[in-house]
C-alpha cells in the first residue's frame, strides 16, 4: 500500500553486514516497511569505503551478527579527519539512526554536488594529474 511493504521474511539482516541500516536489522516477519531510506543509509556506508578501503565496523567487531547488533543498538565507523569535514557532516546525515531524518536520495545528491562545486571552484586554475608516471 503506498510506499510501504509488508516483510515476509523470517527477521531481519537481509543484506550486508555493516552496509544495513538499523531498521532492516530490527525487522520482524508481517512488518510494514519504507525501504526508500534504506539505500541512503547504505551509501554513506559506501563512501565509507571508499574513502577508508575499510568494511564498517569489521575490525572492530568479530563477526556478522556482533556489526548488526552495534549498528541497531547507533554504532558507526569513526570517520577519519581525512575526509573534509563537509562531506562528514553529509555522511552522518545519511545513515542517521532514525531514518525519518536522513537525507533523500535527491536531498543526497544535491549535497554531494555541492561539494563537487565548491571543488571545481577552488581548482579552476589547476589541471587534474591521472597519473604522476606521465605527468600528464
Excluded at 525487522?27 to 554513506?44: C, I, N, T
Excluded at 552495534?70 to 563537509?86: A, D, H, V, Y
Aim: hydrophobic fraction near 35%.
Amino acid at each position: 500500500k503506498g510506499n510501504q511493504t509488508v516483510y515476509r521474511g523470517n527477521g531481519g539482516g537481509m543484506g550486508t553486514p555493516g552496509y544495513m541500516p538499523p531498521e532492516v536489522i530490527l525487522l520482524k516477519k508481517g512488518q510494514r516497511y519504507e525501504p526508500k531510506h534504506w539505500d541512503v543509509f547504505s551509501m554513506a556506508m559506501i563512501i565509507y569505503f571508499m574513502w577508508t578501503g575499510k568494511h564498517p565496523l569489521l575490525e572492530e567487531f568479530e563477526n556478522a551478527f556482533a556489526i548488526n547488533d552495534e549498528i541497531s543498538k547507533g554504532t558507526r565507523p569513526i570517520l577519519p579527519t581525512s575526509i573534509p569535514i563537509n562531506l562528514r557532516d553529509i555522511i552522518r546525515q545519511m545513515w542517521d539512526q532514525d531514518h525519518t531524518k536522513r537525507l533523500t536520495v535527491n536531498e543526497s545528491c544535491i549535497e554531494l554536488y555541492k561539494l563537487y562545486e565548491i571543488s571545481e571552484v577552488l581548482d579552476k586554475n589547476e589541471h587534474l594529474q591521472l597519473n604522476p608516471l606521465t605527468h600528464l
